[in-house]
C-alpha cells in the first residue's frame, strides 16, 4: 500500500465516523483521531481529497437525513434539528436555507414528487453550498 492510499483509507474512515455520528458532537480534533493525523493536517488532507471542509461535509450529512425525516415523517422542525444534532432551531434553519435554497417549513411543504426514494434523495441531495438556487422573489 502506497502512503497516498494510507492517508485515503484514513481519511475514508473519519468520514465514515462523521456518516454514522452525524448527530452527535463531532469535532475536528476527534475526528483527526480517528485518522491519526494532526488536526490541522486532517483539515487539510479532507479538504484536497473530498473537496470540502470537514465541518461542511458534516453540515450538508445533517441536512440531508434532515430533508430525509422532513419528507417522511411527522415530526416538528425543532424534532428534526434536535434529531440531526443542532442545538439551536435558528442555527439549523439558517443552515438549511442556505444548503437548500428553502425554509424547512417550505420543504416539507413542497408537494412530493412522484418517483422512487432513491431517486428523490439523489434528485434532491444538495451537493455543496452555495449551490442552492436564491430563494423566489416576494
Known amino acids: 500500500m502506497t502512503p497516498r492510499e494510507d492517508q ?11 456518516d454514522r455520528d452525524y448527530a452527535s458532537e463531532l469535532d475536528i480534533p476527534s475526528l483527526a ?11 487539510r488532507q479532507f479538504a484536497a481529497t473530498f473537496g470540502e471542509t470537514p465541518h461542511r461535509y458534516l453540515q450538508r450529512r445533517r441536512i440531508e437525513r434532515a ?9 416538528s422542525v425543532t424534532e428534526v434539528a434536535l434529531a440531526v444534532g443542532y442545538d439551536s432551531l435558528g442555527t439549523f434553519s439558517r443552515t438549511f436555507r442556505r ?20 431517486v428523490v434523495s439523489r434528485w434532491t441531495r444538495p451537493s455543496s453550498f452555495g449551490e442552492a438556487p436564491p430563494p423566489p422573489a416576494p
Open 99 to 118: 444548503v437548500t435554497g428553502r425554509t424547512p417549513s417550505d420543504f416539507r411543504d413542497e408537494a412530493p414528487i412522484a418517483a422512487p426514494g432513491c
Open 8 to 18: 485515503n483509507r484514513r481519511l475514508l474512515r473519519a468520514r465514515d465516523a462523521m
Open 33 to 43: 483521531r480517528v485518522a491519526l493525523m494532526s488536526p490541522a493536517h486532517f483539515s
Open 67 to 75: 430533508m430525509t425525516l422532513l419528507r417522511d415523517h411527522d415530526r
